[in-house]
Nanobody, 118 residues
Framework: QVQLVESGGGLVQPGGSLRLSCAAS????????MGWYRQAPGKERELVAG???????DYADSVKGRFTISRDNAKNTMYLQMNSLKPEDTAVYYC????????????WGQGTQVTVSS
């Protein structure tokens, strides 16, 4: 089985920064695409940023220019650098990954809370 564990969430003031990490573990042969999603109270879950195995990235319009997604393939770890944070960035952030073990499956982490407030 595969587990994804997020870390790095917390409380930050508007304009501040946080760096989220997602570590994948288990009987992993390879990881293809990975992504960060978020869900705020009363809102739909949305894709924040995605990255494929070759390093190609895509971002939601709301975070372009402020967030940067990256990955360390040797450590099966993905990161989300969040700068210039706004109160509307407040949400639970979830890690998602396409993982190849005996088969190819999609996995989710448990989520980490990000709160942007004065």
């Amino acid at each position: 089985q595969v587990q994804l564990v997020e870390s790095g969430g917390g409380l930050v003031q508007p304009g501040g920064s946080l760096r989220l990490s997602c570590a994948a573990s288990g009987n992993i042969f390879s990881i293809n695409a990975m992504g960060w999603y978020r869900q705020a109270p009363g809102k739909e879950r949305e894709l924040v940023a995605g990255i494929n195995s070759g390093g190609s990235t895509d971002y939601a319009d709301s975070v372009k220019g402020r967030f940067t997604i990256s990955r360390d393939n040797a450590k099966n770890t993905m990161y989300l650098q969040m700068n210039s944070l706004k109160p509307e960035d407040t949400a639970v952030y979830y890690c998602n990954a396409e993982v190849r073990t005996e088969i190819r499956s999609n996995y989710w982490g448990q989520g980490t809370q990000v709160t942007v407030s004065s």
